[in-house]
C-alpha cells in the first residue's frame, strides 16, 4: 500500500546519478554532492564556506541554574565575513555530569527563557545539553525581500541577489553551524552525540542544517512540512504560492518562485534532503490537524529516503504498511517518526519522543 502510494508521487529518482547510471553504495558520496548541488540551485541557495575561526565570549554564567541541576551560559559569537566581522548570542544549558553530554542545538524562534517550545529542565533531566539561539539574531524574517540587514548583508549586496543567493534558511542553518563550531570545542560536550532541532520554518532549517553539515549526528524536524520534511510533489500541503503571498519566498534562494504553479516539475523533492542526512539520524514529527505541512507527505518522504539508507546497509524508518494514525510513534529505524494528535506546535509531547528516541538510538553508538 505504502509503496503504491509513493509510486503515485512520481518523485525523481533519488539514486539515479546525474549520468543516469544507478547510484552504488561506492558512488553514494558523488551523488550525495550532485543532490546537494541541486538543493542549492533551486531551493535554499548557496551556504558561503564556514569562516576560519569562530570567536567566542562568555557573557554570563549561572553554575547553579535549574535548582542547581544545570550550568548555563550566555555567549556571544563573533567571525569574519566578506563585508567585516559579525556577531549573534546563544544561550547553553548543561547538566551537571561528570561525563560529556549528548548535545541538542535549538534554532528558536524566541530568546525567551522559559518558552512554551522548549521544555528546557526536562532536556536537562533527560541528560541532554541544550544550546538555542533566536533565529532573528542571525536574519531578520521579515517577510519582505529585504536582504539589507543581518547575516545574509555580510556576504551579499542586497540591491543584487542572483538567482541561487541564500535564503534565510541558509542563513539561519549556517548560524547554527557556528554555534557547533564553538561546542565543538568544550570538553562537556559528546561530539559523537549532537543533533540540531526546529520547528516549523526553522525544522525547515534544521533539515537543511544536518543535511550540509555531517557533524550533526541527528536532526529534530518537529512539523516541518514545504521544504521541510513533505514531499512536495502530488501533495496537499502548502504549495509555493503561500509563501509568495506571505512575503515568506524569501527563505528560499530567488530561483524557488520560477516554481510557481510548478510544484510537480521541481527537479527534487524533500527525500532527497532526508538521504542527504544519511546514514545519521532523523527524527520526522508531525501533528494530525496540521493540514498545511501535510503530515502523509512528511511520512511519505521519511520512506522515500529510506532507499539511500538500505543502500547504505541500513534500515531507515521502519513502518508496517500502512499511514500511521494519530498517537503513532515509529522509532526502530534510523529514521525515527511520529504522529501527534492535534495541530501545529512544538510541544512537550513532541520532545518527550525525540528525547525517547535520541537516548533509544545514541546509546547503540
Ligand atoms: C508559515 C509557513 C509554513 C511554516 C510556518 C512556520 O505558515 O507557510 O511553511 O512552517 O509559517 O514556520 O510557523
Not at 569562530?54 to 550550568?71: C, G, M, N
Not at 556577531?87 to 524562534?109: E, T, W
Request: hydrophobic share 40%.
Amino acid at each position: 500500500m505504502l509503496q503504491q502510494a509513493l509510486a503515485e508521487r512520481l518523485l525523481p529518482p533519488l539514486l539515479i546519478m546525474n549520468d543516469r547510471q544507478p547510484c552504488t553504495r561506492d558512488s553514494w558520496p558523488k551523488r550525495r554532492q550532485e543532490l546537494l548541488r541541486r538543493l542549492e540551485t533551486h531551493i535554499y541557495g548557496v551556504t558561503p564556506p564556514a569562516p576560519d575561526d569562530v570567536e567566542s565570549q562568555l557573557l554570563r554564567q549561572d553554575d547553579h541554574d535549574l535548582a542547581d541541576k544545570a550550568i548555563t551560559r550566555q555567549i556571544l559569537l563573533r567571525f569574519a565575513t566578506p563585508r567585516g566581522g559579525f556577531s549573534f548570542p546563544y544561550h547553553l544549558f548543561l547538566p551537571k555530569s561528570d561525563r560529556p553530554s549528548p548535545l541538542i542545538v535549538h534554532i528558536a524562534f524566541r530568546p525567551s527563557i522559559p518558552d512554551r517550545y522548549m521544555p528546557v529542565e526536562e532536556i536537562i533531566d533527560n541528560g541532554f545539553a541544550l544550546a538555542f539561539f533566536d533565529y532573528q539574531d542571525v536574519a531578520p524574517d521579515l517577510h519582505n525581500g529585504d536582504f539589507s540587514q543581518g547575516l545574509g548583508a555580510c556576504y551579499l549586496d542586497a540591491a543584487a541577489r542572483p538567482d541561487n543567493a541564500w535564503g534565510r534558511i541558509g542563513q539561519w542553518a549556517f548560524a547554527a553551524s557556528r554555534v557547533l563550531d564553538d561546542l565543538l570545542t568544550m570538553p562537556e560536550i559528546d561530539r559523537s552525540r549532537v543533533s540540531v532541532a526546529g520547528h516549523s520554518r526553522l525544522g525547515k532549517t534544521a533539515l537543511w542544517c544536518a543535511a550540509q553539515d555531517e557533524r550533526f549526528s541527528s536532526v529534530i524536524a518537529n512539523n516541518s512540512g514545504f521544504a521541510g520534511a513533505a514531499l512536495a510533489s502530488r501533495g496537499h500541503g502548502e504549495k509555493v504560492s503561500d509563501f509568495i503571498r506571505c512575503g515568506s519566498s524569501d527563505w528560499f534562494c530567488p530561483r524557488f518562485t520560477s516554481y510557481l504553479g510548478r510544484e510537480n516539475e521541481l527537479p527534487f523533492d524533500q527525500h532527497d534532503v532526508l538521504a542527504l542526512i544519511a546514514p545519521r539520524r532523523i527524527c520526522v514529527g508531525s501533528a494530525a490537524l496540521d493540514v498545511g505541512a501535510d503530515p502523509p507527505s512528511e511520512f511519505l518522504s521519511c520512506l522515500a529516503a529510506s532507499d539511500v539508507y538500505r543502500l547504505l546497509g541500513r534500515s531507515g524508518l521502519i513502518t508496517p504498511d500502512r499511514f500511521p494514525e494519530p498517537g503513532t510513534v515509529l522509532h526502530e529505524g534510523e529514521i525515527g517518526y511520529h504522529l501527534r494528535p492535534g495541530s501545529h506546535y512544538f510541544s512537550r509531547t513532541d520532545w518527550l519522543a525525540y528525547l525517547a528516541y535520541l537516548r533509544r538510538h545514541e546509546h547503540k553508538n
